[in-house]
């Protein structure tokens, strides 16, 4: 990604996060921007495919992409 695109992005999402909680818990504290649908199976940086999640919710969420079949069914039991 160019210098440049990226800089305009990190200020986008500082203010979102600044007024935002988390999607999640409602933490205010820790929170993160989070692509509803991961950048890394193609989602995009469109503000519609952002939300905030705090640091907790994301590992959370992160670890349920990650997972194969048989894991996600266990994080599906444990919520
Ligand atoms: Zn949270």
Request: charge should be positive.
């Amino acid at each position: 990604m160019e210098e440049k695109q990226k800089m305009k992005v990190s200020t986008r999402r500082r203010v979102f996060v600044a007024n935002s909680r988390c999607v999640s818990c409602g933490a205010t504290k820790d929170l993160q921007i989070d692509h509803i649908y991961p950048k890394s199976k193609g989602g995009s940086d469109i503000e519609g495919n952002l939300q905030v999640l705090c640091v907790k919710c994301n590992i959370k969420k992160g670890n349920k992409f990650e997972s194969n079949l048989s894991q996600l069914k266990m994080v599906a039991k444990s919520w």
